[in-house]
């Protein structure tokens, strides 16, 4: 393949990942996360990056705070995870060409444009995107680094670990998969520690601001952790989620997991007998590929088994790798034929789980920007709206900044707690009564999709404090307003 040709070829694959990643990005409503991102940002710049570093790392925010000066609106507000895994793409690609060949790379390219999973982290407001694109660029500055042994290239790759930590706390995982490959090399081949001793010790240094906010809330973070301890299948399901994503229903999704399965089992042959039989550079990247693809899977499911911290979307730093072992062996592999044969029904899943991401209904988001918009165009000024959800309420204050919104907090809720609440300027209160003390009239919003029990129990609550005058429902949300009687 000629050079320009391969420039063809990876402006067609961009401009493809680019058109699904833009398309109908503002249709759906922000959800619960992408709220947060949202109350974030707008708070002052300082207070921002303070509870973003209690919560998440604040690289993120640090960008979205500024990007929202362009538009906040949801498809500005979007667009930056957008334009991040637009970007991811040929990021890929270079990271592919190093590694192996430029083949590889557009073949790894076009898996991750099409992938239903990335698509959707592409189109929400969070750090997702940033932390692949971030991991991919590492991994690239390693790999360069290795080779050419200079230090420029390894405090290149010292600056982009420190971002990808300032991207996501689980980054962790990808500078140990890292580690375990230098460590490999050093006794192998006698390759010289000190640098990635010396990077891994900088990298350290420059996390040490964000772990002095850290480790005051280690103990809320971890008591706030509602993930169930994962089983041996986990990691498998995360490698098919990797690929095609979550909207794929029965039986269709037996028949992702089987080819995923099979063609798992093809390239890990071929990749095993590559690093037989090739040449020492090429074992040490399909060693490398390996290592970064599958460690950080096996390292937390381990660590879940005591405290559980098993979440997909965490070990996304895994997904470049995985997309490029399965490219190698589409092109290089040993069983490359029978693995193009896998490709066929495999790609024809991925088109028909991102067309389901696009159009069933089931898979779209809870509809809090509609739910905010009818109550806008019934209330009358001055009319409180009083929220049993964080989420609604989020979505209140975003998408009715004009209206009176206030959140009944409830003890159970653990996640959104008096400290997060004050540290965000959330007005709330727990007591249904003082509330509406001085209201005749007011609306209240019930989105049972968090605590739903203490929810329902809120509204019995206000049924008895006052009578229902009009009620509504979109999309599983209860909207309900009411009137008190006359002293």
């Keep these: 393949m000629t050079r320009r040709n391969e420039q063809v070829w990876l402006l067609g694959v961009t401009a493809l990942g680019a ?18 991102s949202v109350a974030i940002v707008r708070l002052e710049l300082l207070d921002a990056l303070v509870l973003a570093a209690s919560v998440d790392p604040p690289l993120y925010y640090l960008l979205l705070h500024f990007w929202v000066r362009l538009g906040s609106d949801d498809v500005m507000i979007r667009f930056l995870s957008a334009a991040v895994g637009i970007a991811t793409i040929p990021a890929i690609y270079v990271l592919g060409r190093r590694l192996t060949n430029a083949s590889v790379g557009l073949v790894a390219a076009l898996i991750f444009a099409l992938a239903p999973l990335q698509l959707f982290y592409a189109q929400e407001a969070r750090m997702y995107s940033l932390f692949v694109l971030l991991s991919t660029l590492s991994v690239w500055a390693y790999s360069r680094a290795q080779v050419s042994s200079r230090w420029r290239d390894w405090i290149l790759w010292t600056c982009l670990m420190a971002l990808v930590f300032y991207a996501h706390i689980f ?20 390759a010289d520690l000190r640098p990635v001793v010396t990077s891994n010790l900088a990298i350290g240094l420059t996390l040490v601001p964000w772990m002095l906010l850290l480790i005051p809330k280690m103990e809320y973070l971890v008591g706030i952790l509602w993930l169930q301890r994962p089983t041996i299948l986990h990691p498998l399901l995360s490698l098919y989620h990797f690929v095609f994503g979550y909207t794929l229903a029965f039986p269709l999704s037996a028949v992702g997991l089987f080819v995923l399965l099979f063609a798992l089992m093809l390239v890990l042959l071929s990749v095993w007998r590559g690093m037989r039989q090739g040449s020492k550079p090429e074992s040490a ?10 460690l950080p899977l096996v390292v937390i499911f381990v660590i879940s088994q005591w405290r559980s911290m098993y979440l997909d979307r965490w070990l ?65 000024p001055g009319e409180l709206v009083i ?91 209860g909207i309900f307003h009411y009137a008190r009687a006359a002293h």
């Excluded at 058109?19 to 709220?35: K, P, V, Y």
């Excluded at 980054?171 to 006698?190: I, N, Q, Y």
């Excluded at 990247?285 to 599958?294: E, Y």
Aim: proline content about 4%; some cysteine; overall charge negative.
């Design 171 to 190: 980054a962790g995982l990808l500078v140990l998969a890292l580690d375990v490959d230098a460590l490999w090399r050093w006794r192998s081949d006698k």
């Design 316 to 380: 996304l730093q895994s997904a470049p790798a995985l997309y490029l072992l399965f490219a190698w062996g589409l092109v290089c592999g040993d069983r490359r034929l029978a693995l193009r044969l896998c490709a066929v029904p495999g790609l024809a899943l991925m088109i028909l789980a991102t067309v389901n991401y696009y159009s069933e209904p089931v898979y779209a988001k809870s509809p809090l920007r509609e739910a905010v918009g009818y109550i806008v165009t019934q209330r009358v």
């Design 387 to 477: 929220h049993t959800s964080g989420s609604s309420f989020l979505a209140g204050r975003h998408y009715d900044p004009a209206g009176e919104h206030i959140l009944l907090q409830h003890p159970a809720d653990q996640w959104l707690g008096p400290t997060l609440l004050e540290s965000l300027r959330v007005p709330y209160d727990n007591d249904a009564g003082r509330m509406i003390m001085d209201k005749k009239t007011f609306w209240l919003v019930v989105a049972l999709d968090h605590i739903p029990d203490e929810q329902r129990a809120a509204k019995a609550l206000f049924d008895q404090l006052a009578r229902v005058t009009d009620e509504t429902e979109i999309g599983g949300i």
């Design 285 to 294: 990247n399909l060693r490398l590929m390996l290592l970064a693809a599958f």
């Design 19 to 36: 058109a699904l990643r833009l398309s109908a990005i503002g249709a759906q409503s922000m959800w619960f996360d992408e709220l947060i």
